[in-house]
């Protein structure tokens, strides 16, 4: 056909299963192991599809365009599932015209941006469309249709991508990127899809005035591509042969308009507006064939429009003998269009099928993150209500040395039976040298976690040195976001986890000092029963049978059953609040499908109220019974003491640290298992942390060497000639008043350019990941993504620790939440469409009705 086709932009290799699998791994940890096996196959099959897509549109067959709808479509669908800022894989495409080197543009650019891939991967899409649209046959009625179809499609991805272009690129793209490079190929690509429109008006032997009228409309889209394609910021791209070949093809639709519209003449028998057009004919045909340096170019029409003249201009002579009018008086025939910018589909692919459909979308998964935060910070709250209450009553017991009093005053033996089943439990959970163990492991794990994060704190200090040495050395010309503004969240979340460790290091002294404080009870309770019965002092002369049956030592015996049973129930609510879970994926799915918008606080707060308001009644209910009965005890054992007249003697006071020793036991037990689950959960999220970090260093070193070799390349540019601007007397071939004024179909001249375009207004924003920190400089908004957060939260929320239980919310260490309390819910931005990216359709002009039984002008071909 002749008809242009767009260069494609060429990608670099990348791997995405890497980064997805870090990001999921640090965002979804709720995700079952057989879930997270199938998410791993997806991103390996994502991963496989990428490689082959990017690369076969080079091929130029329509094959090539179903591969790559498949993949622009996992893209589109993943965006809306995952955290995108976080995601730091370096894509890198180059200039699809590839001449900035030579006039100035950038030569490509790299951005860790999904909403940048996909921007590219479309660009590819609409290029491809043109390449395979130019192949088709317009000898057969199926090849224009296919042509029609995708010159369509490829002008409505160019209008589509001015939006999205300028939402995912925030600073100076790649000059194929640019608006004005995007306005030109959208409406090159819609003038060809007209003109298969007109090839088939004419084959089908359609009535002249339509086909006059598609062509007059065509001549005007190639007028509006022609000045387009001449501004300043872009004319240097194209091939030498575009600007003049468009040129030809627009005085050729001219010509073709006057041709048909002459037959129309005939008709009517007007036979001096007949040969007026004729001749204007003929002469817009020659033009053509100059412009383009074609002299083929349309060269069977122009031979019948100079039969028709010679045959109209002899009938004229010997019969008619009508004054032959001037042509731009003469009444334009309208125009019709029917190549148009069309709505993109929701889904490119038509056999489309999501591969992450167990992940949903990033505003439901922060909307459960922050839910599990918050139930997780009321059942720490609660159990730690049930620990300090316990740990007050056994203070008060050890202090009044109970129930061991009660029990040797009842039995005479040496050796309490509580204190005996104390001590065999001590021994047969390792006793002092277990604790020893765990103690002596904590300088361990905190090493390891302290120098996973001072490592990540290394890199960034490193890239932000590297930054900043060359910022002082190329001046104003280092022109992207300096890295302090770009780390400063991450520097922020380092710090506190930092906060978290420090915190966990004063809980370690604690433990230490708890230890030695209790270690000589704590040796005494690991010895063996014969052991231990020596070390304790005999007991003393107020030790009766009759103390023993006193009203006061059976109501103390009563009191230490009730105190059994109160701590029983204890330990079953506790149970209880650990395996609490609470599910609202789909009441959050169902708020962000009908209401756009989570309101995660008011729906989590109601529900996990309905959920952990019975048990925080019980943990209310036992603490009221423990004051209760902490009252009786006082006075029973006052009593007691009154009517036995046993004395607080040396063996009191050994069974009274004997007691305490053995709380203080099973204390640290359980805090030094929480503390090292702690610090092992601690050092996996350090981990990812670090992983992000190593990315975010890596996609800002890949930046580094394209600005550095941008840069290089300034030095070594070489002016070029400018295209030479089509000639004033050839800048229109519209005459006044001929289809309407001249204005709206000439090029603009050299003297007159034309003005330039804004930049379209009302797109959509892409988020602003970083509070406070705007995106900025060619790559800074995606490298600022890159430590901000996402979906509308304010900040890089940390990964949040495993479900269930959280031991770091109980004493002495941190919480996992503290500091990152639950932010508010907002709708994610989606960037599935843009309302009214295609809103705009020229305006036809008022058209005549069709005679009876003639075809529909708008639609001739009832395609």
């Known amino acids: 056909m002749g008809l242009l086709s767009v260069p494609l932009k060429k990608p670099s290799e990348v791997d995405l299963a890497k980064p997805l699998k870090t990001l999921v791994q640090s965002n979804y940890r709720n995700l079952a192991p057989e879930q997270l096996n199938v998410i791993n196959e997806a991103i390996a099959e994502l991963n496989q599809l990428r490689n082959t897509a990017v690369w076969k549109v080079f091929d130029k067959q329509e094959s090539g365009l179903e591969i790559n709808y498949r993949y622009y479509d996992q893209l589109t669908a993943l965006e809306s599932k995952i955290p995108v800022q976080e995601l730091q894989v370096p894509f890198k495409w180059k ?70 272009a300028s939402a995912t690129i925030q600073g100076e793209p790649t000059p194929d990127l640019s608006q004005d490079s995007l306005t030109a190929l959208g409406n090159l690509m819609l003038a060809q899809a ?139 025939p309208g125009k019709a269009q029917l190549a148009k910018v069309l709505p993109m589909a929701t889904h490119l692919s038509e056999e489309f099928r999501d591969l992450f459909t167990a992940l949903v979308p990033v505003a439901v998964n922060q909307a459960l993150a922050a839910c599990e935060g918050r139930k997780t910070e009321l059942v720490n709250g609660e159990i730690m209500r049930l620990r300090e209450a316990t740990t007050a009553l056994n203070g008060l ?136 019965a020596k070390e304790i002092p005999s007991a003393g002369a107020g030790a009766s049978s009759e103390a023993s049956n006193s009203s006061a030592a059976q109501a103390l015996r009563a009191l230490m059953e009730s105190v059994e049973t109160l701590k029983a129930e204890r330990e079953c609510i506790e149970s209880e609040l650990k395996t609490l879970t609470i599910d609202l994926k789909e009441r959050f799915l169902g708020a962000l499908a009908t209401e756009g918008v989570i309101n995660e606080p008011a729906i989590s707060l109601s529900e996990i109220g309905k959920l952990i308001g019975p048990l925080q009644e019980q943990v209310g209910e036992t603490l009221a019974r423990q004051q209760v009965l902490s009252t009786e005890i006082r006075e029973a054992h006052e009593r007691f003491v009154s009517e036995s007249g046993v004395s607080t003697d040396q063996r009191d006071r050994t069974l009274s640290e004997l007691a305490a020793a053995y709380d203080v036991f099973t204390e640290l037990q359980g805090y030094l298992q929480e503390g090292e689950t702690f610090y092992n959960g601690l050092t996996e999220i350090l981990l990812v942390f670090q992983s992000k970090i190593s990315d975010y260093c890596f996609a800002r070193k890949t930046e580094k060497e394209e600005l550095m070799k941008d840069l290089t390349h300034e030095s070594s540019r070489q002016a070029v000639p400018a295209t030479p601007i089509i000639p004033t007397h050839h800048t229109s071939t519209t005459a006044t008043n001929d289809l309407g004024s001249s204005s709206a179909s000439a090029a603009p001249s050299s003297s007159a350019p034309p003005p330039q375009a804004a930049a379209p207004t009302g797109h959509a924003p892409y988020p602003q990941q970083m509070q406070g920190i705007p995106m900025a400089a060619a790559y800074g908004g995606n490298m600022a993504a890159m430590a901000g957060g996402g979906g509308g939260f304010t900040g890089y929320a940390p990964p949040p620790m495993p479900q269930g239980f959280n031991p770091y919310g109980t004493l002495p260490y941190p919480s996992a939440y503290t500091g990152f309390p639950p932010a508010t819910m907002v709708p994610p931005p989606y960037y599935g469409t843009y309302p009214g990216a295609y809103g705009h359709q020229q305006q036809q002009q008022q058209q005549q009705p069709p005679q009876p039984g003639a075809p529909n002008p708008n639609n001739p071909m009832g395609w």
């Open 95 to 164: 200039d699809a015209f590839d001449k900035g080197s030579i006039f100035g543009g950038r030569i490509s650019l790299t951005l860790t941006s999904i909403g940048y891939e996909r921007t590219c991967v479309l660009f590819n899409l609409a290029a491809l469309q043109s390449a395979v649209a130019s192949n088709q046959s317009n000898d057969n009625d199926e090849g224009l249709k296919q042509a029609a179809k995708l010159f369509q499609q490829s002008a409505s991805i160019f209008t589509f991508l001015k939006t999205l």
């Open 194 to 332: 007209q003109e298969m429109f007109v090839i088939k008006a004419i084959k089908d032997n359609m009535k002249d005035l339509i086909v006059a009228k598609l062509c007059a409309q065509c001549e005007e889209l190639y007028s509006e591509s022609l000045r387009a394609m001449q501004r300043d910021s872009v004319r240097a791209l194209w091939d030498k042969e575009w600007i003049p070949q468009v040129a030809g093809r627009q005085a050729a639709m001219h010509a073709l308009t006057m041709l048909y519209h002459s037959k129309v003449s005939q008709a009517n028998k007007a036979f001096g507006e007949e040969i007026s057009r004729l001749q204007k004919a003929v002469e817009l045909f020659k033009t053509a064939q100059s412009r383009s340096s074609n002299p083929t170019l349309f060269q069977e029409y122009a031979q019948r429009a100079q039969k028709s003249l010679a045959d109209a201009k002899k009938d004229n002579d010997f019969i008619y003998n009508e004054i032959i009018p001037d042509v731009n008086n003469l009444p334009s």
């Open 397 to 532: 017991l050890s202090s009044l040395n109970l129930p061991a009093i009660v029990e040797v005053t009842a039995t005479g033996e040496s050796m309490p039976p509580s204190l005996q089943e104390k001590a065999t439990a001590v021994r047969e959970k390792g006793g002092i040298g277990k604790l020893k163990e765990l103690i002596e492991r904590l300088p361990e794990l905190f090493t390891r976690n302290k120098e996973i994060l001072d490592e990540a704190f290394r890199m960034l200090d490193e890239e932000r040195d590297s930054d900043s040495q060359l910022r002082a050395q190329f001046k104003d010309r280092w022109t992207r976001t300096p890295s302090d503004k770009l780390s400063a969240t991450f520097r922020a979340n380092g710090e506190k986890y930092r906060t978290i460790i420090n915190n966990a290091t004063a809980a370690d002294k604690v433990i230490r000092e708890k230890f030695a404080t209790h270690k000589h009870g704590l040796e005494l309770l690991s010895m063996a029963t014969d052991q231990l």
